[in-house]
Protein backbone atom coordinates (compact mmCIF):
# COMPACT_ATOMS: atom_id res chain seq x y z
CA UNK A 1 0.00 0.00 0.00
CA UNK A 2 1.26 3.64 -0.85
CA UNK A 3 1.37 6.63 1.04
CA UNK A 4 -0.67 9.26 0.07
CA UNK A 5 0.96 11.70 -2.59
CA UNK A 6 1.88 15.16 -1.72
CA UNK A 7 -0.60 17.46 -4.14
CA UNK A 8 0.36 21.08 -5.23
CA UNK A 9 -2.96 22.99 -4.62
CA UNK A 10 -3.91 26.77 -5.60
CA UNK A 11 -6.30 27.52 -2.44
CA UNK A 12 -7.70 31.01 -1.69
CA UNK A 13 -5.82 30.75 1.79
CA UNK A 14 -2.83 30.21 -0.49
CA UNK A 15 -1.06 33.62 1.41
CA UNK A 16 -1.88 32.00 4.97
CA UNK A 17 -4.45 32.13 7.51
CA UNK A 18 -2.92 34.34 9.33
CA UNK A 19 -2.18 37.16 6.70
CA UNK A 20 -5.11 38.91 5.21
CA UNK A 21 -5.28 39.64 1.30
CA UNK A 22 -7.04 41.77 -1.59
CA UNK A 23 -9.77 39.73 -1.89
CA UNK A 24 -10.59 40.69 1.82
CA UNK A 25 -10.51 43.98 1.20
CA UNK A 26 -13.07 43.58 -1.94
CA UNK A 27 -15.55 40.52 -0.96
CA UNK A 28 -17.92 42.99 0.67
CA UNK A 29 -18.44 44.83 -2.04
CA UNK A 30 -18.83 42.42 -4.71
CA UNK A 31 -22.65 42.38 -6.26
CA UNK A 32 -24.41 44.87 -3.89
CA UNK A 33 -27.29 42.47 -5.67
CA UNK A 34 -29.63 43.99 -3.48
CA UNK A 35 -30.86 46.91 -5.82
CA UNK A 36 -31.61 46.89 -9.95
CA UNK A 37 -29.08 47.78 -12.23
CA UNK A 38 -30.72 50.96 -12.74
CA UNK A 39 -28.91 52.92 -10.06
CA UNK A 40 -27.86 56.31 -12.42
CA UNK A 41 -31.31 57.18 -11.79
CA UNK A 42 -32.76 58.79 -14.55
CA UNK A 43 -36.74 57.40 -14.54
CA UNK A 44 -37.89 58.26 -11.04
CA UNK A 45 -41.03 56.21 -11.59
CA UNK A 46 -39.81 53.32 -12.41
CA UNK A 47 -37.32 53.29 -9.35
CA UNK A 48 -38.57 52.02 -6.06
CA UNK A 49 -37.12 53.94 -3.36
CA UNK A 50 -34.37 51.77 -2.30
CA UNK A 51 -32.82 52.77 -5.92
CA UNK A 52 -33.31 56.35 -4.55
CA UNK A 53 -31.64 56.05 -1.72
CA UNK A 54 -29.10 53.62 -2.71
CA UNK A 55 -28.84 55.18 -6.20
CA UNK A 56 -29.35 58.71 -7.07
CA UNK A 57 -30.91 60.35 -4.20
CA UNK A 58 -32.15 62.88 -6.27
CA UNK A 59 -34.70 60.84 -7.14
CA UNK A 60 -37.10 61.42 -4.01
CA UNK A 61 -38.39 64.46 -4.60
CA UNK A 62 -40.23 62.95 -7.17
CA UNK A 63 -42.90 61.06 -4.50
CA UNK A 64 -45.38 63.55 -4.05
CA UNK A 65 -47.10 61.93 -1.51
CA UNK A 66 -45.91 60.08 1.68
CA UNK A 67 -46.09 56.18 1.62
CA UNK A 68 -45.03 52.61 3.34
CA UNK A 69 -43.41 49.87 1.53
CA UNK A 70 -41.39 46.54 2.29
CA UNK A 71 -41.07 43.07 0.56
CA UNK A 72 -39.82 40.03 0.57
CA UNK A 73 -38.61 37.28 -1.67
CA UNK A 74 -38.05 33.38 -2.06
CA UNK A 75 -34.46 33.08 -3.46
CA UNK A 76 -32.82 30.37 -5.00
CA UNK A 77 -28.95 30.04 -5.31
CA UNK A 78 -27.65 27.35 -8.12
CA UNK A 79 -23.71 26.59 -8.80
CA UNK A 80 -22.84 24.63 -11.64
CA UNK A 81 -19.02 23.58 -12.81
CA UNK A 82 -18.71 23.77 -16.57
CA UNK A 83 -15.35 21.87 -16.29
CA UNK A 84 -15.19 17.72 -17.32
CA UNK A 85 -16.41 16.76 -13.29
CA UNK A 86 -17.30 13.97 -12.36
CA UNK A 87 -20.33 15.95 -10.27
CA UNK A 88 -23.42 15.40 -12.36
CA UNK A 89 -25.73 17.53 -10.35
CA UNK A 90 -26.22 21.49 -9.60
CA UNK A 91 -25.56 22.45 -5.49
CA UNK A 92 -29.04 23.91 -4.55
CA UNK A 93 -30.13 26.13 -1.88
CA UNK A 94 -33.18 27.64 -1.45
CA UNK A 95 -35.15 30.27 1.30
CA UNK A 96 -37.20 33.01 2.58
CA UNK A 97 -35.71 36.31 3.13
CA UNK A 98 -36.56 39.88 3.88
CA UNK A 99 -35.33 42.74 1.55
CA UNK A 100 -36.31 46.01 2.42
CA UNK A 101 -38.86 48.60 4.72
CA UNK A 102 -39.12 52.17 3.55
CA UNK A 103 -40.69 54.98 4.46
CA UNK A 104 -40.80 58.41 2.43
CA UNK A 105 -42.35 61.72 3.80
CA UNK A 106 -42.42 64.82 1.59
CA UNK A 107 -42.12 68.03 3.62
CA UNK A 108 -44.69 70.36 2.81
CA UNK A 109 -43.35 73.90 1.15
CA UNK A 110 -44.43 76.62 -0.37
CA UNK A 111 -42.47 76.26 -3.73
CA UNK A 112 -40.40 73.36 -5.27
CA UNK A 113 -40.57 69.95 -3.40
CA UNK A 114 -38.15 68.79 -0.05
CA UNK A 115 -38.68 65.26 0.44
CA UNK A 116 -37.00 62.50 2.99
CA UNK A 117 -36.75 59.11 3.06
CA UNK A 118 -35.60 56.25 5.41
CA UNK A 119 -34.63 52.87 4.02
CA UNK A 120 -33.40 49.37 5.61
CA UNK A 121 -32.17 47.23 2.75
CA UNK A 122 -30.07 43.78 1.97
CA UNK A 123 -27.30 45.42 -0.39
CA UNK A 124 -25.10 42.74 -0.47
CA UNK A 125 -25.78 38.67 -0.76
CA UNK A 126 -22.90 36.86 -0.25
CA UNK A 127 -24.29 33.21 -1.25
CA UNK A 128 -22.58 31.46 -3.66
CA UNK A 129 -21.76 27.94 -3.99
CA UNK A 130 -19.16 26.28 -6.64
CA UNK A 131 -17.74 22.29 -6.46
CA UNK A 132 -15.10 20.45 -8.74
CA UNK A 133 -14.53 16.66 -8.61
CA UNK A 134 -12.71 14.15 -10.50
CA UNK A 135 -9.71 11.53 -10.96
CA UNK A 136 -6.79 12.77 -10.67
CA UNK A 137 -4.92 11.50 -14.19
CA UNK A 138 -1.63 10.98 -12.72
CA UNK A 139 -1.67 8.93 -9.23
CA UNK A 140 -5.51 7.75 -9.32
CA UNK A 141 -7.50 9.03 -6.80
CA UNK A 142 -10.62 11.13 -6.47
CA UNK A 143 -10.34 14.78 -5.44
CA UNK A 144 -13.10 17.37 -5.00
CA UNK A 145 -12.67 21.34 -4.30
CA UNK A 146 -15.90 22.69 -2.78
CA UNK A 147 -16.55 26.57 -1.99
CA UNK A 148 -19.54 28.10 -0.33
CA UNK A 149 -20.24 31.38 1.30
CA UNK A 150 -22.93 32.61 3.05
CA UNK A 151 -24.27 35.91 4.73
CA UNK A 152 -25.42 39.64 3.74
CA UNK A 153 -24.47 43.22 3.82
CA UNK A 154 -27.73 45.38 5.31
CA UNK A 155 -27.97 49.45 4.92
CA UNK A 156 -30.00 51.41 7.00
CA UNK A 157 -30.40 54.41 4.66
CA UNK A 158 -31.93 58.08 5.61
CA UNK A 159 -31.78 60.89 2.99
CA UNK A 160 -33.48 64.07 1.39
CA UNK A 161 -33.80 65.87 -1.75
CA UNK A 162 -34.79 68.98 -2.78
CA UNK A 163 -36.19 70.44 -6.23
CA UNK A 164 -34.37 73.63 -6.03
CA UNK A 165 -34.94 74.52 -9.66
CA UNK A 166 -37.91 74.42 -11.24
CA UNK A 167 -36.54 71.30 -13.45
CA UNK A 168 -33.47 70.34 -11.73
CA UNK A 169 -33.11 68.45 -8.12
CA UNK A 170 -30.34 67.27 -5.85
CA UNK A 171 -30.20 64.83 -3.25
CA UNK A 172 -27.81 63.17 -0.54
CA UNK A 173 -27.62 59.87 1.36
CA UNK A 174 -26.44 58.10 4.01
CA UNK A 175 -26.15 54.47 4.99
CA UNK A 176 -25.03 52.66 8.01
CA UNK A 177 -23.72 49.34 6.51
CA UNK A 178 -24.13 46.27 9.36
CA UNK A 179 -23.09 42.18 8.28
CA UNK A 180 -21.78 39.35 8.53
CA UNK A 181 -20.45 36.61 5.85
CA UNK A 182 -19.10 33.18 6.55
CA UNK A 183 -17.17 31.42 3.74
CA UNK A 184 -15.78 28.08 3.43
CA UNK A 185 -13.38 26.24 1.06
CA UNK A 186 -12.39 22.81 1.26
CA UNK A 187 -9.83 20.24 -0.90
CA UNK A 188 -10.12 16.49 -0.16
CA UNK A 189 -9.15 13.72 -1.38
CA UNK A 190 -10.60 9.77 -0.76
CA UNK A 191 -8.74 6.52 -2.58
CA UNK A 192 -11.75 4.66 -3.74
CA UNK A 193 -9.58 1.94 -5.32
CA UNK A 194 -7.81 1.14 -1.99
CA UNK A 195 -4.20 2.11 -3.67
CA UNK A 196 -2.85 4.01 -0.60
CA UNK A 197 -2.94 3.48 2.99
CA UNK A 198 -4.98 6.94 3.35
CA UNK A 199 -8.82 6.40 3.36
CA UNK A 200 -9.35 10.36 3.16
CA UNK A 201 -7.83 13.24 3.40
CA UNK A 202 -8.89 16.82 4.45
CA UNK A 203 -7.87 20.63 3.85
CA UNK A 204 -10.27 23.19 4.88
CA UNK A 205 -10.85 27.00 5.74
CA UNK A 206 -13.31 28.83 7.63
CA UNK A 207 -12.96 32.42 7.47
CA UNK A 208 -16.06 34.70 9.24
CA UNK A 209 -16.23 38.55 9.08
CA UNK A 210 -18.31 40.89 11.01
CA UNK A 211 -18.66 44.41 9.21
CA UNK A 212 -19.94 47.79 10.41
CA UNK A 213 -19.31 50.69 8.35
CA UNK A 214 -20.70 54.20 6.49
CA UNK A 215 -21.30 55.19 3.20
CA UNK A 216 -22.84 58.28 1.33
CA UNK A 217 -23.86 59.21 -1.90
CA UNK A 218 -25.22 62.97 -3.77
CA UNK A 219 -26.84 62.97 -6.53
CA UNK A 220 -28.86 65.13 -9.52
CA UNK A 221 -31.27 65.11 -11.83
CA UNK A 222 -32.66 67.80 -14.73
CA UNK A 223 -34.99 67.68 -17.07
CA UNK A 224 -33.78 69.44 -19.97
CA UNK A 225 -37.51 69.06 -22.04
CA UNK A 226 -40.38 67.69 -21.04
CA UNK A 227 -38.80 64.34 -22.85
CA UNK A 228 -35.64 64.20 -21.90
CA UNK A 229 -33.95 63.46 -18.51
CA UNK A 230 -30.21 63.31 -17.60
CA UNK A 231 -28.49 62.09 -14.52
CA UNK A 232 -25.20 61.85 -12.09
CA UNK A 233 -24.95 59.92 -8.77
CA UNK A 234 -21.66 59.69 -7.12
CA UNK A 235 -20.90 57.39 -4.20
CA UNK A 236 -18.59 58.15 -1.78
CA UNK A 237 -16.04 54.79 -0.53
CA UNK A 238 -17.62 53.15 2.33
CA UNK A 239 -15.53 52.63 5.49
CA UNK A 240 -16.28 49.56 6.72
CA UNK A 241 -14.50 48.10 10.43
CA UNK A 242 -14.16 44.28 10.24
CA UNK A 243 -13.55 42.18 13.34
CA UNK A 244 -12.70 37.84 11.92
CA UNK A 245 -12.53 35.02 13.26
CA UNK A 246 -11.28 32.12 11.03
CA UNK A 247 -9.97 28.40 11.39
CA UNK A 248 -7.65 26.35 9.58
CA UNK A 249 -8.18 22.27 9.70
CA UNK A 250 -5.82 19.74 7.67
CA UNK A 251 -6.74 15.82 8.68
CA UNK A 252 -6.22 12.03 7.17
CA UNK A 253 -8.32 9.04 8.08
CA UNK A 254 -6.28 6.17 7.19
CA UNK A 255 -7.80 3.00 6.08
CA UNK A 256 -8.96 1.90 9.60
CA UNK A 257 -10.74 4.85 10.17
CA UNK A 258 -8.33 6.59 12.89
CA UNK A 259 -8.02 10.35 12.45
CA UNK A 260 -4.77 12.63 12.28
CA UNK A 261 -4.71 15.59 12.70
CA UNK A 262 -1.64 17.34 10.94
CA UNK A 263 -2.59 21.15 11.24
CA UNK A 264 -4.87 22.89 13.49
CA UNK A 265 -5.01 26.51 13.89
CA UNK A 266 -7.54 29.64 14.82
CA UNK A 267 -7.48 32.59 15.19
CA UNK A 268 -10.81 35.02 16.55
CA UNK A 269 -10.97 39.02 16.85
CA UNK A 270 -8.64 40.10 14.06
CA UNK A 271 -9.60 43.70 13.31
CA UNK A 272 -8.54 45.67 10.62
CA UNK A 273 -10.38 48.62 8.34
CA UNK A 274 -11.52 48.70 4.31
CA UNK A 275 -12.27 51.29 2.17
CA UNK A 276 -14.55 50.34 -0.93
CA UNK A 277 -14.63 51.98 -4.35
CA UNK A 278 -16.00 54.91 -5.74
CA UNK A 279 -19.03 54.52 -7.51
CA UNK A 280 -19.85 57.16 -10.48
CA UNK A 281 -23.03 56.73 -12.63
CA UNK A 282 -24.85 58.96 -15.45
CA UNK A 283 -27.62 58.23 -17.56
CA UNK A 284 -29.93 59.08 -19.97
CA UNK A 285 -34.11 58.94 -19.55
CA UNK A 286 -37.07 59.67 -21.86
CA UNK A 287 -40.56 59.71 -20.87
CA UNK A 288 -43.38 59.38 -23.54
CA UNK A 289 -46.87 58.44 -21.59
CA UNK A 290 -47.30 55.43 -21.07
CA UNK A 291 -43.42 55.01 -21.63
CA UNK A 292 -40.55 55.21 -19.92
CA UNK A 293 -36.88 54.63 -20.87
CA UNK A 294 -33.76 54.99 -18.81
CA UNK A 295 -30.25 54.36 -20.38
CA UNK A 296 -27.12 53.84 -17.91
CA UNK A 297 -23.09 53.73 -17.06
CA UNK A 298 -21.59 53.24 -13.88
CA UNK A 299 -17.89 53.32 -13.07
CA UNK A 300 -17.27 51.33 -10.10
CA UNK A 301 -13.50 52.17 -8.78
CA UNK A 302 -12.39 48.91 -7.16
CA UNK A 303 -8.93 49.96 -8.14
CA UNK A 304 -8.99 52.86 -5.24
CA UNK A 305 -10.41 49.90 -2.58
CA UNK A 306 -7.48 49.91 0.44
CA UNK A 307 -6.74 47.71 3.61
CA UNK A 308 -5.97 49.67 6.67
CA UNK A 309 -4.88 47.88 10.10
CA UNK A 310 -1.67 47.46 12.06
CA UNK A 311 -1.30 43.69 11.20
CA UNK A 312 2.37 42.45 9.77
CA UNK A 313 2.45 39.65 7.30
CA UNK A 314 4.16 36.95 9.30
CA UNK A 315 6.75 35.55 6.27
CA UNK A 316 7.91 38.76 4.83
CA UNK A 317 7.81 40.94 8.25
CA UNK A 318 5.73 44.09 6.13
CA UNK A 319 3.26 45.98 6.88
CA UNK A 320 -0.06 44.34 5.31
CA UNK A 321 -1.03 47.61 3.60
CA UNK A 322 2.15 47.65 1.80
CA UNK A 323 1.59 44.28 0.31
CA UNK A 324 -2.32 44.77 -0.05
CA UNK A 325 -1.92 47.73 -2.09
CA UNK A 326 0.23 46.23 -4.25
CA UNK A 327 -2.37 42.81 -4.77
CA UNK A 328 -4.95 44.76 -5.51
CA UNK A 329 -2.66 47.08 -8.15
CA UNK A 330 -1.81 43.83 -9.66
CA UNK A 331 -5.22 41.80 -9.45
CA UNK A 332 -8.02 44.07 -9.27
CA UNK A 333 -9.80 46.39 -12.06
CA UNK A 334 -12.44 48.18 -12.40
CA UNK A 335 -15.93 47.19 -13.09
CA UNK A 336 -17.67 48.93 -15.94
CA UNK A 337 -21.68 48.76 -15.41
CA UNK A 338 -23.58 49.21 -18.69
CA UNK A 339 -27.74 48.91 -17.87
CA UNK A 340 -31.46 49.80 -19.58
CA UNK A 341 -34.85 50.09 -17.92
CA UNK A 342 -38.37 50.56 -19.47
CA UNK A 343 -41.52 51.05 -17.64
CA UNK A 344 -45.18 50.85 -19.00
CA UNK A 345 -47.80 52.50 -17.01
CA UNK A 346 -51.22 51.07 -17.84
CA UNK A 347 -52.78 52.44 -15.03
CA UNK A 348 -53.49 50.98 -12.07
CA UNK A 349 -50.92 48.79 -13.82
CA UNK A 350 -47.18 48.91 -13.68
CA UNK A 351 -44.82 46.76 -15.99
CA UNK A 352 -41.36 47.14 -15.71
CA UNK A 353 -38.65 45.57 -17.03
CA UNK A 354 -34.82 45.90 -16.42
CA UNK A 355 -31.41 44.27 -17.77
CA UNK A 356 -27.70 45.17 -16.58
CA UNK A 357 -24.18 43.39 -17.34
CA UNK A 358 -21.03 43.89 -15.98
CA UNK A 359 -17.39 42.66 -15.62
CA UNK A 360 -16.09 41.14 -12.48
CA UNK A 361 -12.88 43.43 -10.64
CA UNK A 362 -10.86 39.73 -11.14
CA UNK A 363 -11.66 39.03 -15.08
CA UNK A 364 -12.22 41.99 -17.72
CA UNK A 365 -15.41 40.47 -19.13
CA UNK A 366 -18.15 42.50 -19.64
CA UNK A 367 -20.92 39.24 -19.16
CA UNK A 368 -19.14 37.93 -16.04
CA UNK A 369 -22.16 39.56 -14.58
CA UNK A 370 -26.00 39.78 -16.20
CA UNK A 371 -28.94 40.38 -14.51
CA UNK A 372 -32.46 40.35 -15.51
CA UNK A 373 -35.38 42.36 -13.73
CA UNK A 374 -38.82 41.85 -14.50
CA UNK A 375 -41.89 42.90 -12.40
CA UNK A 376 -45.71 43.93 -12.25
CA UNK A 377 -47.26 46.08 -10.01
CA UNK A 378 -51.32 46.88 -9.51
CA UNK A 379 -52.16 49.84 -6.96
CA UNK A 380 -56.20 49.77 -5.90
CA UNK A 381 -58.04 52.68 -4.95
CA UNK A 382 -57.27 52.20 -1.11
CA UNK A 383 -53.89 53.35 -1.86
CA UNK A 384 -52.41 49.60 -1.26
CA UNK A 385 -49.92 48.83 -4.35
CA UNK A 386 -49.04 45.27 -4.39
CA UNK A 387 -45.92 44.32 -6.68
CA UNK A 388 -44.43 40.58 -7.81
CA UNK A 389 -40.57 40.50 -9.38
CA UNK A 390 -38.46 38.43 -10.44
CA UNK A 391 -34.81 39.51 -10.50
CA UNK A 392 -32.62 36.53 -11.80
CA UNK A 393 -28.68 37.12 -11.34
CA UNK A 394 -25.79 35.22 -13.78
CA UNK A 395 -21.85 35.43 -12.92
CA UNK A 396 -19.20 33.38 -13.62
CA UNK A 397 -15.83 32.83 -11.44
CA UNK A 398 -12.79 30.11 -11.76
CA UNK A 399 -11.71 27.09 -9.06
CA UNK A 400 -8.22 26.63 -9.99
CA UNK A 401 -6.29 23.84 -9.48
CA UNK A 402 -2.81 22.32 -10.14
CA UNK A 403 -2.26 18.63 -9.97
CA UNK A 404 1.23 17.01 -9.35
CA UNK A 405 1.97 17.22 -12.48
CA UNK A 406 2.51 20.89 -12.11
CA UNK A 407 -0.59 21.45 -14.68
CA UNK A 408 -2.89 24.23 -13.75
CA UNK A 409 -6.51 23.65 -14.68
CA UNK A 410 -8.95 26.42 -14.75
CA UNK A 411 -12.23 25.50 -13.97
CA UNK A 412 -14.82 27.61 -14.45
CA UNK A 413 -17.90 27.75 -12.15
CA UNK A 414 -21.35 29.44 -13.08
CA UNK A 415 -23.33 30.77 -10.65
CA UNK A 416 -27.56 31.59 -11.11
CA UNK A 417 -29.53 33.58 -8.36
CA UNK A 418 -33.07 33.88 -8.71
CA UNK A 419 -35.00 36.07 -6.17
CA UNK A 420 -38.75 35.80 -6.73
CA UNK A 421 -39.85 39.26 -4.84
CA UNK A 422 -42.91 40.09 -3.29
CA UNK A 423 -43.90 43.73 -1.97
CA UNK A 424 -46.74 46.30 -0.88
CA UNK A 425 -46.98 49.66 -1.02
CA UNK A 426 -48.92 52.14 0.89
CA UNK A 427 -49.63 55.71 0.25
CA UNK A 428 -51.33 57.74 3.32
Known sequence: MKSRPIILTLMFWAVSLFSQDYLDVIRPFYGMRGSSGTEAGVSPIGMGVNNALLGNPALLSYSDKAFFAADLSFDQLQGTSVFNSDINHSPLELGL????????YPVHVYRGAWVWGINLQLVNSFNSISQFSAMDPDEGFQYQYLNRETGGLYALTAGTSVLYTMNTSIGLSISYLNGKNAFATSYSETDPDDIYTFDRYLDSLQVSPEYSGFSARLGLVSELTDVVRIGASIEFPAIISVTESSSWDELEWDDDGLEYVIEDESQTGLEYTIWGPWRLGVGLGFTMAPLELSLNYQLHSFTSSAFSGHVIDPYSGRNLELIIDEEIRDNVQNVHELSASLLVSLA????????????????????????????????FSSGLGITLAIHNEQWRSDLNHTLLSDIERIVEVENSFTKLQFGFKYTL
Open 97 to 104: IFNSLSYV
Open 348 to 379: PINLSLAASFKNDPLNYRLDNTIRLDTGISYD
